[in-house]
Protein backbone atom coordinates (compact mmCIF):
# COMPACT_ATOMS: atom_id res chain seq x y z
CA UNK A 1 0.00 0.00 0.00
CA UNK A 2 3.19 1.91 0.31
CA UNK A 3 3.45 2.05 -3.34
CA UNK A 4 1.53 4.83 -5.96
CA UNK A 5 1.01 2.48 -8.71
CA UNK A 6 -0.78 3.55 -11.69
CA UNK A 7 -4.42 2.39 -12.38
CA UNK A 8 -3.54 2.13 -15.72
CA UNK A 9 0.33 0.96 -15.73
CA UNK A 10 1.03 -2.85 -16.55
CA UNK A 11 2.10 -3.26 -13.91
CA UNK A 12 -1.10 -2.50 -11.47
CA UNK A 13 -3.19 -4.09 -14.33
CA UNK A 14 -0.77 -7.67 -13.47
CA UNK A 15 -2.06 -7.38 -9.69
CA UNK A 16 -5.39 -6.74 -10.76
CA UNK A 17 -5.66 -9.46 -12.89
CA UNK A 18 -3.96 -12.06 -10.17
CA UNK A 19 -6.42 -10.62 -7.52
CA UNK A 20 -8.95 -11.56 -9.67
CA UNK A 21 -7.79 -15.22 -10.73
CA UNK A 22 -7.27 -15.74 -7.06
CA UNK A 23 -10.79 -14.62 -5.90
CA UNK A 24 -12.32 -17.44 -8.76
CA UNK A 25 -10.60 -19.83 -8.07
CA UNK A 26 -11.46 -19.63 -4.09
CA UNK A 27 -15.24 -19.45 -5.48
CA UNK A 28 -14.47 -22.89 -7.10
CA UNK A 29 -12.91 -21.62 -10.18
CA UNK A 30 -15.22 -22.75 -12.76
CA UNK A 31 -14.56 -21.38 -16.51
CA UNK A 32 -18.42 -20.29 -15.84
CA UNK A 33 -18.21 -17.68 -13.59
CA UNK A 34 -16.07 -14.78 -14.19
CA UNK A 35 -15.02 -12.38 -10.64
CA UNK A 36 -16.08 -8.19 -11.27
CA UNK A 37 -14.60 -5.95 -8.51
CA UNK A 38 -16.13 -2.94 -7.46
CA UNK A 39 -15.19 0.20 -5.68
CA UNK A 40 -17.58 0.97 -2.04
CA UNK A 41 -17.83 -1.39 1.08
CA UNK A 42 -19.58 -4.68 0.36
CA UNK A 43 -23.17 -3.24 0.37
CA UNK A 44 -21.99 -1.58 -3.29
CA UNK A 45 -21.77 -5.22 -4.79
CA UNK A 46 -24.63 -6.88 -3.53
CA UNK A 47 -26.72 -3.63 -4.58
CA UNK A 48 -24.64 -4.31 -8.42
CA UNK A 49 -25.23 -7.78 -8.05
CA UNK A 50 -29.37 -7.50 -7.27
CA UNK A 51 -29.78 -4.45 -10.12
CA UNK A 52 -27.75 -6.09 -12.40
CA UNK A 53 -28.82 -9.68 -12.41
CA UNK A 54 -32.39 -9.12 -11.34
CA UNK A 55 -34.04 -7.18 -14.31
CA UNK A 56 -36.31 -4.10 -13.57
CA UNK A 57 -39.93 -5.77 -11.76
CA UNK A 58 -38.29 -9.19 -11.03
CA UNK A 59 -39.35 -10.70 -8.42
CA UNK A 60 -37.06 -12.54 -6.21
CA UNK A 61 -37.75 -14.52 -2.90
CA UNK A 62 -35.34 -12.48 -0.08
CA UNK A 63 -34.91 -15.20 2.77
CA UNK A 64 -34.70 -12.50 5.87
CA UNK A 65 -33.31 -13.51 9.03
CA UNK A 66 -31.38 -10.73 9.81
CA UNK A 67 -30.16 -7.54 9.17
CA UNK A 68 -28.49 -8.15 6.14
CA UNK A 69 -30.97 -10.28 4.10
CA UNK A 70 -33.86 -7.41 5.16
CA UNK A 71 -30.92 -4.66 3.68
CA UNK A 72 -31.58 -6.54 0.30
CA UNK A 73 -35.18 -6.52 0.34
CA UNK A 74 -35.07 -2.53 0.86
CA UNK A 75 -32.11 -2.18 -2.20
CA UNK A 76 -34.84 -4.36 -4.47
CA UNK A 77 -37.45 -2.13 -3.60
CA UNK A 78 -35.15 0.59 -3.79
CA UNK A 79 -34.24 -0.19 -7.68
CA UNK A 80 -37.86 -0.67 -8.53
CA UNK A 81 -37.38 -4.75 -8.32
CA UNK A 82 -39.90 -6.94 -6.33
CA UNK A 83 -39.08 -8.63 -2.85
CA UNK A 84 -41.00 -11.18 -1.57
CA UNK A 85 -39.86 -11.58 1.71
CA UNK A 86 -39.60 -14.76 3.64
CA UNK A 87 -38.65 -14.44 6.87
CA UNK A 88 -37.64 -16.84 9.50
CA UNK A 89 -36.43 -15.35 13.09
CA UNK A 90 -32.87 -14.57 13.89
CA UNK A 91 -31.71 -17.45 14.99
CA UNK A 92 -33.46 -19.98 12.87
CA UNK A 93 -32.14 -20.87 9.36
CA UNK A 94 -34.20 -20.14 6.29
CA UNK A 95 -35.97 -23.20 5.24
CA UNK A 96 -35.97 -25.02 2.28
CA UNK A 97 -38.93 -27.18 2.40
CA UNK A 98 -40.63 -23.81 2.36
CA UNK A 99 -38.59 -22.17 -0.19
CA UNK A 100 -39.60 -24.93 -2.47
CA UNK A 101 -43.17 -24.40 -2.13
CA UNK A 102 -43.02 -20.86 -2.15
CA UNK A 103 -41.48 -21.27 -5.81
CA UNK A 104 -43.88 -23.79 -6.89
CA UNK A 105 -46.61 -21.54 -5.68
CA UNK A 106 -45.34 -18.49 -7.15
CA UNK A 107 -44.20 -19.04 -10.95
CA UNK A 108 -43.20 -15.53 -11.23
CA UNK A 109 -40.24 -15.74 -8.68
CA UNK A 110 -37.07 -15.72 -10.79
CA UNK A 111 -34.57 -16.01 -8.11
CA UNK A 112 -33.82 -16.33 -5.37
CA UNK A 113 -31.44 -14.22 -2.64
CA UNK A 114 -29.99 -15.59 0.68
CA UNK A 115 -27.30 -14.66 2.81
CA UNK A 116 -24.93 -17.23 4.07
CA UNK A 117 -23.88 -16.28 7.32
CA UNK A 118 -26.07 -14.04 8.49
CA UNK A 119 -23.62 -11.95 10.43
CA UNK A 120 -26.66 -10.07 12.69
CA UNK A 121 -26.18 -13.55 14.87
CA UNK A 122 -23.24 -15.01 13.20
CA UNK A 123 -25.90 -18.26 12.15
CA UNK A 124 -24.87 -20.16 9.01
CA UNK A 125 -28.10 -20.48 6.55
CA UNK A 126 -27.99 -23.67 4.33
CA UNK A 127 -26.73 -22.69 1.30
CA UNK A 128 -26.16 -25.75 -0.46
CA UNK A 129 -29.82 -26.83 0.54
CA UNK A 130 -31.33 -23.92 -1.01
CA UNK A 131 -29.04 -23.82 -3.88
CA UNK A 132 -30.26 -27.21 -4.97
CA UNK A 133 -33.73 -25.94 -4.16
CA UNK A 134 -33.68 -23.11 -6.10
CA UNK A 135 -31.85 -25.07 -9.41
CA UNK A 136 -34.47 -28.18 -8.92
CA UNK A 137 -37.06 -25.08 -9.31
CA UNK A 138 -34.86 -23.68 -12.32
CA UNK A 139 -34.80 -20.42 -10.28
CA UNK A 140 -31.24 -18.23 -10.26
CA UNK A 141 -29.53 -17.69 -6.58
CA UNK A 142 -27.96 -14.80 -5.72
CA UNK A 143 -25.83 -15.09 -2.73
CA UNK A 144 -24.27 -12.76 -0.17
CA UNK A 145 -21.40 -14.28 0.95
CA UNK A 146 -19.90 -11.46 2.49
CA UNK A 147 -18.90 -12.72 5.85
CA UNK A 148 -18.01 -16.10 4.76
CA UNK A 149 -16.03 -16.04 1.55
CA UNK A 150 -12.62 -17.49 2.12
CA UNK A 151 -13.34 -19.23 5.66
CA UNK A 152 -16.28 -21.44 4.42
CA UNK A 153 -16.61 -23.07 1.16
CA UNK A 154 -18.38 -21.30 -1.77
CA UNK A 155 -18.13 -23.24 -4.93
CA UNK A 156 -20.49 -21.13 -7.11
CA UNK A 157 -20.45 -23.38 -9.74
CA UNK A 158 -21.24 -26.47 -7.60
CA UNK A 159 -24.19 -24.13 -6.89
CA UNK A 160 -25.01 -23.20 -9.35
CA UNK A 161 -25.61 -19.55 -8.69
CA UNK A 162 -26.06 -16.88 -11.00
CA UNK A 163 -23.51 -14.36 -8.29
CA UNK A 164 -21.98 -14.58 -4.99
CA UNK A 165 -20.78 -10.94 -3.34
CA UNK A 166 -18.42 -10.53 -0.81
CA UNK A 167 -15.98 -8.00 -0.12
CA UNK A 168 -11.90 -7.55 0.61
CA UNK A 169 -12.11 -6.89 4.34
CA UNK A 170 -13.48 -9.60 6.28
CA UNK A 171 -12.49 -13.24 6.21
CA UNK A 172 -9.87 -12.76 3.18
CA UNK A 173 -7.99 -10.00 5.65
CA UNK A 174 -7.46 -7.07 3.07
CA UNK A 175 -8.00 -3.72 4.07
CA UNK A 176 -11.63 -2.00 3.36
CA UNK A 177 -12.89 -0.20 -0.14
CA UNK A 178 -13.45 -2.78 -2.50
CA UNK A 179 -16.05 -5.97 -3.28
CA UNK A 180 -16.66 -7.96 -5.75
CA UNK A 181 -19.42 -10.57 -7.76
CA UNK A 182 -18.38 -13.66 -8.72
CA UNK A 183 -20.82 -14.14 -11.51
CA UNK A 184 -22.13 -16.24 -13.95
CA UNK A 185 -20.42 -15.63 -17.16
CA UNK A 186 -23.67 -15.90 -19.50
CA UNK A 187 -26.11 -14.38 -17.23
CA UNK A 188 -23.84 -11.47 -16.92
CA UNK A 189 -23.47 -11.27 -20.48
CA UNK A 190 -27.14 -11.19 -21.12
CA UNK A 191 -27.77 -8.43 -18.43
CA UNK A 192 -26.87 -5.29 -20.55
CA UNK A 193 -28.91 -2.43 -20.02
CA UNK A 194 -30.27 -4.14 -16.84
CA UNK A 195 -28.65 -1.93 -13.77
CA UNK A 196 -30.69 1.19 -12.66
CA UNK A 197 -27.39 2.97 -12.02
CA UNK A 198 -24.07 3.37 -14.02
CA UNK A 199 -21.41 3.06 -11.62
CA UNK A 200 -23.01 0.09 -10.14
CA UNK A 201 -23.67 -2.00 -13.55
CA UNK A 202 -21.65 -5.00 -13.12
CA UNK A 203 -22.21 -5.61 -16.80
CA UNK A 204 -20.88 -2.42 -17.94
CA UNK A 205 -17.98 -2.95 -15.59
CA UNK A 206 -16.90 -6.52 -16.94
CA UNK A 207 -17.48 -5.17 -20.62
CA UNK A 208 -14.47 -2.35 -20.18
CA UNK A 209 -12.50 -5.52 -18.98
CA UNK A 210 -12.89 -7.53 -21.57
CA UNK A 211 -12.23 -4.56 -23.97
CA UNK A 212 -9.41 -2.66 -21.86
CA UNK A 213 -8.58 -5.26 -19.42
CA UNK A 214 -9.18 -2.27 -16.68
CA UNK A 215 -11.33 -1.28 -14.45
CA UNK A 216 -14.03 1.42 -15.76
CA UNK A 217 -13.36 4.11 -13.18
CA UNK A 218 -10.89 4.85 -11.21
CA UNK A 219 -9.38 1.70 -9.36
CA UNK A 220 -8.85 1.28 -5.67
CA UNK A 221 -5.42 0.92 -6.54
CA UNK A 222 -3.97 0.20 -2.75
CA UNK A 223 -6.43 -1.72 -2.11
CA UNK A 224 -6.21 -4.28 -4.26
CA UNK A 225 -2.64 -4.08 -3.80
CA UNK A 226 -2.82 -4.46 0.02
CA UNK A 227 -5.95 -7.69 -1.30
CA UNK A 228 -3.23 -9.31 -3.09
CA UNK A 229 -0.81 -9.57 -0.65
CA UNK A 230 -3.86 -10.98 2.12
CA UNK A 231 -4.58 -13.73 -0.84
CA UNK A 232 -1.39 -14.36 -0.87
CA UNK A 233 -1.15 -15.20 3.03
CA UNK A 234 -4.23 -16.68 2.25
CA UNK A 235 -2.95 -19.59 0.08
CA UNK A 236 0.28 -19.95 2.80
CA UNK A 237 -2.92 -20.43 5.73
CA UNK A 238 -3.82 -23.57 3.25
CA UNK A 239 -6.47 -21.42 1.55
CA UNK A 240 -10.06 -22.04 2.48
CA UNK A 241 -9.69 -25.01 4.77
CA UNK A 242 -6.92 -23.25 6.44
CA UNK A 243 -8.44 -20.13 7.16
CA UNK A 244 -12.21 -21.65 8.29
CA UNK A 245 -9.80 -24.07 10.56
CA UNK A 246 -8.42 -21.08 12.61
CA UNK A 247 -11.64 -19.62 12.53
CA UNK A 248 -13.26 -22.11 14.52
CA UNK A 249 -10.47 -22.73 16.62
CA UNK A 250 -11.20 -19.36 17.67
CA UNK A 251 -14.94 -19.25 17.65
CA UNK A 252 -14.51 -22.40 20.44
CA UNK A 253 -11.76 -21.03 22.49
CA UNK A 254 -13.92 -17.51 22.60
CA UNK A 255 -17.54 -19.24 23.11
CA UNK A 256 -15.55 -21.46 26.27
CA UNK A 257 -14.25 -18.50 27.39
CA UNK A 258 -17.29 -16.71 27.49
CA UNK A 259 -19.64 -19.41 28.88
CA UNK A 260 -17.18 -20.20 31.67
CA UNK A 261 -17.97 -16.96 32.70
CA UNK A 262 -21.41 -17.25 32.41
CA UNK A 263 -22.47 -15.31 29.29
CA UNK A 264 -24.97 -17.03 26.75
CA UNK A 265 -24.82 -17.18 23.34
CA UNK A 266 -27.61 -16.48 21.29
CA UNK A 267 -27.44 -19.36 19.55
CA UNK A 268 -26.67 -22.80 19.68
CA UNK A 269 -24.02 -24.31 18.18
CA UNK A 270 -25.17 -26.67 15.48
CA UNK A 271 -26.15 -23.13 14.22
CA UNK A 272 -22.90 -21.03 14.61
CA UNK A 273 -20.74 -20.06 11.71
CA UNK A 274 -17.19 -19.93 12.83
CA UNK A 275 -17.18 -15.87 11.89
CA UNK A 276 -18.98 -13.67 15.16
CA UNK A 277 -20.18 -14.83 18.00
CA UNK A 278 -23.47 -13.24 19.48
CA UNK A 279 -24.34 -13.11 23.46
CA UNK A 280 -26.98 -12.01 25.07
CA UNK A 281 -26.39 -9.34 27.63
CA UNK A 282 -26.57 -10.44 31.08
CA UNK A 283 -29.66 -10.01 32.85
CA UNK A 284 -27.63 -7.80 36.18
CA UNK A 285 -28.57 -4.79 37.32
CA UNK A 286 -24.82 -3.55 37.26
CA UNK A 287 -24.23 -4.20 33.48
CA UNK A 288 -24.08 -1.92 30.96
CA UNK A 289 -23.07 -2.32 27.75
CA UNK A 290 -20.94 0.88 27.38
CA UNK A 291 -18.95 0.04 30.73
CA UNK A 292 -18.36 -3.37 29.07
CA UNK A 293 -17.25 -1.95 25.81
CA UNK A 294 -14.94 0.58 27.20
CA UNK A 295 -13.26 -1.71 29.54
CA UNK A 296 -12.62 -4.68 27.13
CA UNK A 297 -11.09 -1.61 24.61
CA UNK A 298 -8.69 0.03 27.71
CA UNK A 299 -7.59 -3.66 27.75
CA UNK A 300 -6.67 -4.11 24.01
CA UNK A 301 -9.62 -5.54 22.30
CA UNK A 302 -12.71 -3.93 20.45
CA UNK A 303 -15.60 -5.53 20.07
CA UNK A 304 -18.40 -4.79 17.91
CA UNK A 305 -20.29 -1.32 19.45
CA UNK A 306 -23.53 -2.08 19.49
CA UNK A 307 -26.23 -4.65 18.22
CA UNK A 308 -27.99 -5.26 15.12
CA UNK A 309 -30.52 -7.89 16.68
CA UNK A 310 -33.86 -7.58 18.18
CA UNK A 311 -33.09 -8.81 21.78
CA UNK A 312 -30.30 -6.91 23.88
CA UNK A 313 -26.96 -8.37 22.95
CA UNK A 314 -23.43 -8.27 21.88
CA UNK A 315 -21.19 -9.53 19.33
CA UNK A 316 -17.66 -10.52 18.88
CA UNK A 317 -15.74 -11.58 15.68
CA UNK A 318 -13.52 -14.73 15.56
CA UNK A 319 -11.64 -13.12 12.09
CA UNK A 320 -9.26 -11.38 10.97
CA UNK A 321 -5.40 -12.06 11.86
CA UNK A 322 -6.25 -12.97 15.21
CA UNK A 323 -5.58 -16.47 16.99
CA UNK A 324 -6.39 -18.61 20.28
CA UNK A 325 -4.47 -16.33 22.27
CA UNK A 326 -6.47 -13.15 21.32
CA UNK A 327 -9.23 -15.40 22.04
CA UNK A 328 -8.54 -16.10 25.41
CA UNK A 329 -7.03 -12.78 26.03
CA UNK A 330 -10.59 -11.18 25.55
CA UNK A 331 -12.29 -13.37 27.51
CA UNK A 332 -9.76 -12.68 30.26
CA UNK A 333 -10.54 -8.83 29.72
CA UNK A 334 -13.80 -9.70 29.95
CA UNK A 335 -13.82 -11.10 32.90
CA UNK A 336 -12.00 -8.39 34.74
CA UNK A 337 -14.12 -5.85 33.71
CA UNK A 338 -17.54 -7.81 34.84
CA UNK A 339 -15.00 -7.70 38.06
CA UNK A 340 -14.49 -3.84 38.05
CA UNK A 341 -18.01 -3.55 37.17
CA UNK A 342 -19.77 -6.07 40.08
CA UNK A 343 -21.30 -7.86 38.18
CA UNK A 344 -20.88 -12.09 39.31
CA UNK A 345 -22.60 -13.97 36.43
CA UNK A 346 -24.24 -17.53 37.22
CA UNK A 347 -22.92 -20.59 35.29
C1 LIG B 1 -20.43 -6.93 6.15
C2 LIG B 1 -21.58 -7.48 5.42
C3 LIG B 1 -22.15 -6.79 4.32
C4 LIG B 1 -21.63 -5.49 3.78
O1 LIG B 1 -21.44 -4.52 4.72
P1 LIG B 1 -20.63 -3.20 4.34
O2 LIG B 1 -20.68 -2.43 5.62
O3 LIG B 1 -21.31 -2.54 3.23
O4 LIG B 1 -19.24 -3.65 3.96
C5 LIG B 1 -23.20 -7.39 3.65
N1 LIG B 1 -23.67 -8.57 4.04
C6 LIG B 1 -23.16 -9.27 5.08
C7 LIG B 1 -23.74 -10.59 5.42
C8 LIG B 1 -22.11 -8.72 5.81
O5 LIG B 1 -21.59 -9.41 6.84
Known amino acids: MLVDHG ?19 IAGGGVGHVCVPL ?10 MLGTLVPPGGRVLVLVNGAYGRRMATILSRIGRQPVVLE ?66 VDAAALAATAVAASANKCLEGVPGMGF ?20 DLHDQQAAYLATGQWRFTPPTHVIAALDSALEAHAAEGGVA ?21 FRTVLPDALQAPIIVT ?24 IYPGKLTRRESFRIGCIGQLGEAQMRGVAAAAAETLAEMGVTLAG
Open 88 to 153: TAEDTPAEPGEVARRLARDPALGHVAVVHCETTTGLLNPLADIARVASDHRRELLVDAMSSFGALA
Open 279 to 302: FDSPDHPEFAFERFYDGLQRRGYV
Open 39 to 48: QGSGTFAVEA
Open 242 to 262: GRGARYARNCAVLVAGMRRLG
Open 7 to 25: SRDAAFLAIDRRVRERLLA
Open 181 to 200: VIADRARLAAAAGNAPSLSL
